[in-house]
């Protein structure tokens, strides 16, 4: 199909394909030969003259990718690539959808199976609430759940630029979609009571948080307001105006948390698995690690930096990451919300961690420069409350397969209900109090694990030395 909208095209000359499938080999496709396969590639850069090598398998896995992408990095060809087969979706294969190949490109891309008649029998012709809707995974939740046809759509945000820019998007790709913007805080209770009582949302997926490390970290009384009190808050509201389904959009970060963020996010995580024995509401987590091209991830930064010349920062030479991308994330997301009974800790399988340094040597790679010589990249240190390694799961919560290969089911932990409504009077004073090492030891007494020194003692005194001009 992409050959033939090539052959209609000036700007193409279409000379060869290669293919792994040796049925087709020494075979015609609209007059183009298929000459073998991927390992012909440098012959037929260097025999015909080849300009352009266009990756056209839509179901590639990122080693493909990685395979044929690294090859014409060493040819010095220029190369393009079909969109993945979940971005292609319903649309028509021609030239126009060729583009660059991304970082998520190398790193995602991997086939996601969904249940796509669970997804939809939750979300069809329901009214769906979203906050946080106008983020990076909000915004991509909202564009998931209006391809649903639901009854209604009501996206919150307090940000008002990106709620307008989600608002403007989905309005146009979904005209048909009875959608409303709702311009508050989820810390704001009669703001968010109006939402629930006005339109009586029958599924929350809850995403509104602060999840910067550093900035909360600076921030500590702010993060425990919203991500905590927040989603208390949210919370309440959908048990009191009878939700079906609330889904917490949790992190990995909340797994022996080394920092304010993790810790607050597991702190929410706990109310939400406690509080579902309490209510008529269903109350599912997910947890997954870091999505390429959020906000205030490293892709963008690296992107600034690389743009800028350089040099690309990181913080240390062996940190890895977990890495998935928005939409693979997001659909994950739906499909735990339509297998969660209640309760559930749901573990996206974030396949194996990636070394950030490797991250930002294929970055600079692919904007077309060479690492250590164009473009540098040096070691910052790691930063207060920031690991080495993130972790999916604390020793004590075990893992347990669900029947969706991406999806593994967490041990959630009881607590007592009444003790944690106590503690949670004490972190709210501290919190409004704003002294910050009292926060610190009520977050920890709510989540032992919590290592707020740090992971050593060695750096508490940065720790609290960056946290002394909380504001």
Not at 302 to 309: D, L, P, V, Y
């Amino acid at each position: 199909m992409l050959a033939r909208d090539l052959l209609h095209r000036d700007e193409y000359q279409p000379l060869a394909f290669l293919d792994d499938d040796p049925v087709k080999w020494k075979k015609e496709i609209h007059g183009i030969r298929v000459f073998g396969d991927g390992d012909r590639l440098e012959e037929m850069v260097d025999v015909l003259s080849i300009e352009l090598v266009v990756i056209a398998i839509p179901s590639a896995g990122k080693a493909v990718i990685n395979r044929y992408v690294n090859k014409c990095n060493e040819l010095g060809v220029e190369y393009k690539i079909l969109p993945s087969l979940f971005e292609m979706q319903g649309k028509t294969i021609d030239a126009d959808k060729l583009r660059a190949v991304t970082v998520e490109d190398l790193l995602g891309r991997d086939v996601i199976t969904l249940d796509t008649e669970a997804i939809t029998e939750y979300l069809h012709n329901r009214i769906v609430l979203v906050t946080g809707g106008g983020g990076s995974i909000g915004s991509e939740l909202c564009r998931q759940i209006a391809a649903q046809n639901p009854k209604q759509l009501i996206v919150f945000d307090h940000s008002e630029y990106n709620l307008y820019a989600i608002d403007h998007e989905l309005t146009e790709n979904f005209p048909d979609l009875s959608l409303i913007g709702v311009l508050g805080d989820i810390r704001n209770r009669e703001r968010a009571k109006w939402v629930f009582r006005k339109f009586t949302p029958e599924v929350v997926f809850h995403a509104a948080a602060y999840k910067h490390v550093p900035m909360v970290e600076r921030n500590p009384a702010e993060g425990v307001r919203n991500n905590i009190f927040g989603t208390i808050t949210i919370a309440q509201l959908a048990d009191q105006y009878g939700v079906d389904r609330f889904v917490l959009v949790s992190t990995d970060k909340a797994v022996n948390p080394a920092n304010v963020m993790g810790a607050t996010k597991r702190v929410a995580e706990l109310f939400c698995q406690n509080f579902n024995k309490l209510s008529g509401t269903k109350f599912i987590t997910t947890r997954f690690g870091n999505v390429l091209g959020s906000a205030g991830s490293v892709v963008p930064l690296f992107q600034k930096q690389i743009e800028a010349g350089g040099p690309v920062t990181v913080t240390h030479p062996e940190i890895t990451r977990y890495f998935m991308t928005i939409p693979e994330s997001v659909s994950l997301i739906l499909q735990a919300g339509a297998m969660g009974g209640g309760g559930e800790i749901f573990v996206l399988d974030m396949g194996e961690p990636i070394l950030i340094r490797n991250l930002a040597e294929q970055m600079i790679r692919l904007s077309g420069f060479i690492p250590g010589e164009d473009i540098k990249i040096i070691y910052t240190g790691l930063r207060p409350g920031e690991k080495l390694f993130e972790e999916i799961l604390h020793e004590s919560e075990g893992l347990q397969p669900t029947n969706h290969a991406k999806l593994l089911l967490a041990r959630s932990r009881e607590v007592s209900w009444d003790w944690l409504l106590r503690e949670l009077d004490v972190l709210k004073a501290a919190a409004v109090s704003r002294t910050v090492g009292d926060l610190k030891e009520h977050l920890k007494a709510i989540v032992p694990e919590y290592a707020w020194e740090g992971g050593g003692r060695g750096i508490e005194t940065k720790i609290k030395a960056a946290c002394a001009d909380e504001r």
